[in-house]
Structure formats: structure tokens, C-alpha cells
């Protein structure tokens, strides 16, 4: 009972302010997305990350093996889904990257945070900045058939991620007044991007959710089998073991519905994807932290 109200209160306040979002645009109400989502993601989350690395929340070192950690995961995670792609006939330009890259910010940052405190947030940080890095690049190959590291660097998050690394490898700090705004401004950025989340899964109208239900319950299986297996072998500890686990098991991110849409392939599998699959976190993601917590 205890371990059950435990995660109860750690998945409680994140789907809330997502099912705010959502109830939001159900009653009629305007939601300008495009300028929430451009001040979350160029403005407070890239905050929220330079002051989770800069603030010497986590360790250099285990930031370090984190970070090469969830490089292997990924890598895993891209020629699984690449092997399952080819063997089931999909579409790769559709259905590839959704596959592999998960809500590790929207969801992945305030879990880690609600359930490892601060030192959660810098590694969850971690991993959500190797997950951004990777799709802007390796993600927009496959799904526009072309690749952009030039466009990945200009990512304010990317920036902020490389410069917060900096700080913390040089053990740098940060005149108190200046690190209390950017803190603040940082602090926005959760809530914000959890309302988003539920603003974008009620904007969404799929064809069907049935054929990609088996490939949700697919990818939650196979990013978390590969995120243990990953964890083992870099030998993390446990705390960064959960953040890694619980990063790679996220749902579909929306993003993958925006590039779909952008670069033509298939949105509307995408679409169904970012619904079901963040309808099935609702019970996966509390299982998986109860290992854990």
C-alpha cells in the first residue's frame, strides 16, 4: 500500500497538469501551442538544463557514463526497431524514429524529478539532451532522408546542454543572482510542456488506434529490456539506472507527429502512436518506477 501511494504520488501531478491541457482545449478554450511550445523549448527548458548540469546536482562522471550509456541504448533501440520495421514491412520513414525516441521531456524530466529529486533531474537531463542530439540528426535522416547536425547544434536546449556539461566539467560557478533567475525561468518549463502535452493529444484526431497498439506495448518492452541490459553493462548505479529506464520507456514524443507532418511521411499512425502509447504510460511508467522507488 505504502509503495503504491508512493508512486501515486510521483505520476499524480504529471498526468494532472497533462489532463489540464487536455480539458483545456475540450472546453472550447484557445491554446496558442506554437508560441507556448517556442518559449518552453528556446527559453525554460533550455534554462531548466544549464541549471541542473551547472548546479553540481550530479556527479562529472556518472553524467559521463550516462551519457555513453544511453548512447549504446539508442543504438540498440534503432537497429531493433530497424530489424522489426523490415520484418513486419512498415514503412520506415514513418515508423522508425517514433519508435526509438520517446516523450523523454515532456514526461521523462518531471518523473525523474518527482521521483529522484534534483540529482534525478540532471541525469533524466542527461539522457533527454543524447535523445534531442540524436533525433535532430539521426531521426530527421530517416525521416526526411537527410541528415542535420548543423540544425541539432543550433537547438537552443543542445547549446544550453553543452555549455551546462562545460560548467560542470570545470566545476564553474554561477553568480548566485544569475543562477536564481535562470532557476525561475527554468521552473516554468515542466508545467508548461505537460500542458502542451495534453493540449496536443486532445488536438489529435487518428484514424485508428488499433493497429498501433501492439507496436506501443512493442516499444515500451524492447526500450525497457534494452535500457536494464544497457544499465548493467555500463554498471550504473541504481539511481541512474531508473532515470535511464524510465527515460527510454516514455511514449511517443509529439515531436515525431510534427516531423512527420513537416517532412511527409505517414502522420497519421504517428498520431495514433502519441495517443495510445501515452495512454498505456499511464500504467506502464507507474510499474516501472515501483521497481525502483
Known amino acids: 500500500?505504502?509503495?503504491?501511494?508512493?508512486?501515486?504520488?510521483?505520476?499524480?501531478?504529471?498526468?494532472?497538469?497533462?489532463?489540464?491541457?487536455?480539458?483545456?482545449?475540450?472546453?472550447?478554450?484557445?491554446?496558442?501551442?506554437?508560441?507556448?511550445?517556442r518559449l518552453a523549448m528556446t527559453l525554460a527548458i533550455p534554462c531548466l538544463i544549464f541549471v541542473a548540469l551547472a548546479g553540481g546536482e550530479v556527479e562529472a562522471d556518472a553524467a559521463g557514463r550516462l551519457a555513453m550509456a544511453a548512447l549504446a541504448a539508442y543504438a540498440g533501440i534503432l537497429a531493433a526497431f530497424g530489424a522489426i520495421c523490415l520484418a513486419l514491412g512498415l514503412d520506415r520513414r514513418t515508423y522508425w524514429a517514433p519508435l526509438v525516441f520517446g516523450n523523454t521531456g515532456n514526461l521523462g524530466l518531471p518523473l525523474a524529478l518527482l521521483a529522484f529529486g534534483q540529482a534525478g533531474l540532471g541525469y533524466a537531463v542527461v539522457v533527454f539532451s543524447v535523445s534531442a542530439i540524436l533525433q535532430f540528426t539521426v531521426g530527421l535522416m530517416i525521416v526526411a532522408g537527410s541528415a542535420s547536425p548543423a540544425r541539432a547544434l543550433?537547438?537552443?536546449?543542445?547549446?544550453?546542454?553543452?555549455?551546462?556539461?562545460?560548467?560542470?566539467?570545470?566545476?564553474?560557478?554561477?553568480?548566485?543572482?544569475a543562477f536564481e533567475a535562470l532557476t525561475l525561468v527554468g521552473q516554468m518549463g515542466i508545467p508548461l510542456m505537460l500542458i502542451t502535452l495534453g493540449v496536443a493529444v486532445a488536438r489529435i484526431r487518428p484514424a485508428a488506434f488499433l493497429p498501433v497498439a501492439g507496436l506501443s506495448l512493442v516499444k515500451v518492452a524492447v526500450c525497457t529490456g534494452l535500457a536494464l541490459v544497457t544499465a548493467s553493462a555500463f554498471a550504473l548505479d541504481e539511481v541512474t539506472t531508473a532515470v535511464l529506464t524510465v527515460q527510454l520507456a516514455t511514449p511517443v514524443a509529439v515531436t515525431s507527429y510534427l516531423l512527420a507532418l513537416k517532412y511527409g511521411a505517414k502522420a497519421e499512425p504517428v498520431a495514433g502512436m502519441v495517443v495510445v502509447s501515452t495512454i498505456l504510460s499511464i500504467g506502464t511508467l507507474p510499474l516501472i518506477l515501483a521497481f525502483f522507488v
Open 1 to 37: 500500500m505504502t509503495l503504491a501511494f508512493t508512486v501515486l504520488q510521483i505520476v499524480a501531478p504529471v498526468f494532472l497538469l497533462a489532463a489540464i491541457g487536455f480539458a483545456w482545449v475540450r472546453l472550447g478554450y484557445d491554446y496558442d501551442t506554437v508560441f507556448v511550445t
Open 154 to 177: 543550433r537547438e537552443p536546449m543542445v547549446a544550453a546542454t553543452l555549455l551546462g556539461a562545460l560548467f560542470l566539467w570545470r566545476d564553474w560557478s554561477v553568480p548566485a543572482v
